[in-house]
């Protein structure tokens, strides 16, 4: 079968059997970014460690991780887990999947904790001080509903990011949808029209996802305006 034009009997074709990948391809979307949340508390707690050698580490860690490409990271991941002595054990393409891509995340989500922490004024801090609040409560019902709201649209842009970046997981035969539209294409000397179909369902996908985190965040910024607002009327009453 000549692969050179494009057929439209073989698009019908290989749509299911590309579509099959969309359920891995999905799982390890959520999975990783369950992780990458995760994970990005531990960037967050030693970030804030006050001791300058930790931070330092710490920084630069997450600056080399940040600065290399994810698949380098997966195909070392993936390669030199199993040579390693004395593990023990063995790690999935899935797993490492979850594991290179959630790490690799987590050092953005973690910023994106600091900086909705760092958002919370001073003045809030000292008054949870001042009312001789437990740390536990202090982070609970002061600094948390504070800092989480104005992360959520960049979490969510995140999560899209993530989203189009799996599918190179397909490299270390993770079964996602282009790993099966590789398979398709190999199998029928004919990639143009599998992998037309992997841009299609991740377009599909991700462009109302973004629609909607842009939503939400026109949504998120007017509400703080309009605290914001309210804050100054408050201010210039009391005075």
């Known amino acids: 079968m000549n ?10 074709e290989a ?34 460690i006050p001791l300058r050698p930790v931070n330092w580490t710490v920084t630069w860690i997450m600056e080399f991780i940040r600065s290399t490409p994810p698949i380098i990271q997966l195909f070392f991941l993936y390669n030199a ?12 393409p899935f797993a490492c999947a979850v594991i290179g891509l959630g ?10 904790y600091r900086s909705g922490i760092e958002s919370v004024g001073k003045g809030q801090w000292e008054a949870s001080t001042a009312l001789n609040l437990s740390l536990s409560d202090k982070w609970r019902h002061i600094i948390l509903p504070q800092a989480i709201p104005p992360t959520i649209p960049m979490l969510g842009n ?16 993770v079964q996602g949808i282009l790993y099966m ?37 026109v949504k998120m910024n007017t509400r703080f305006d309009k605290n914001a607002e309210i804050k100054e ?3 210039g009453v009391t005075s």
């Open 103 to 112: 790490v690799h995340f987590s050092t953005y989500i973690g910023e994106i």
């Open 3 to 12: 692969g050179n034009y494009w057929s439209w009997e073989r698009f019908s």
């Open 15 to 48: 749509f299911p059997y590309v579509l099959e990948g969309l359920t891995t391809t999905v799982g390890v979307t959520i999975s990783t970014f369950i992780f990458a949340m995760i994970f990005g508390f531990v960037w967050l707690f030693l970030r804030r």
């Open 181 to 217: 539209a590789n398979t398709f294409g190999s199998q029928n000397w004919a990639y143009i029209e599998a992998l037309t179909i992997v841009g299609l369902i991740l377009l599909v996908l991700s462009y109302p996802s973004a629609v909607l985190i842009r939503k939400l965040e």
């Open 81 to 92: 887990w199993p040579v390693v002595p004395y593990v023990g054990v063995t790690l999935s």
């Open 233 to 235: 009327i408050n201010k």
């Open 158 to 173: 995140y999560f899209i990011i993530l989203f189009k970046e799996v599918p190179i997981t397909a490299t270390i035969s």
